[in-house]
């Protein structure tokens, strides 16, 4: 098992610029892929992006752009850059591991391991 840790959220205005971390502890993460997701308060937890050790990426549509997901196999972490956050990004966001090597995996259930989640708000 892994412990994550999300860190960086907090208030900006459309437009601005974010950049989340997500520090792991227990075990490396070379063998896991990494995938973050949001979650709005009564909605369910939906996808964001995710990567794989070697560093191949997948994301949904309304960030595709935008954000950009990455790996520090080093430091054991991984980060969600958020650029032209609007407000409809306002979310807790959830760093998600799971021991596998394939890709594409963009269910919650697919996923093992789970940090706290760190709010994201967006408001002029």
């Known amino acids: 098992q892994v412990q994550l840790v999300e860190s960086g959220g907090g208030l900006r205005q459309p437009g601005d610029s974010l950049r989340l971390s997500c520090a792991a502890s227990?075990?490396?993460?070379?063998?896991?892929?990494m995938g973050w997701f949001r979650q709005a308060p009564g909605k369910e937890r939906e996808f964001v992006a995710a990567i794989t050790n070697r560093g191949h990426t997948w994301d949904v549509d309304s960030v595709r752009g935008r954000f950009t997901i990455s790996r520090d196999n080093a430091k054991n972490a991984v980060y969600l850059q958020m650029n032209s956050l609007r407000p409809e990004d306002t979310d807790v966001y959830y760093c998600?591991?799971?021991?596998?090597?394939?890709?594409?995996?963009?269910?919650?259930?697919?996923?093992?391991?789970w940090g706290h989640g760190t709010q994201v708000s967006v408001s002029s």
């Open positions: 227990g075990r490396t993460l070379y063998h896991y892929v």
């Open positions: 998600a591991a799971t021991y596998n090597t394939g890709t594409y995996y963009m269910k919650t259930s697919e996923y093992t391991d």
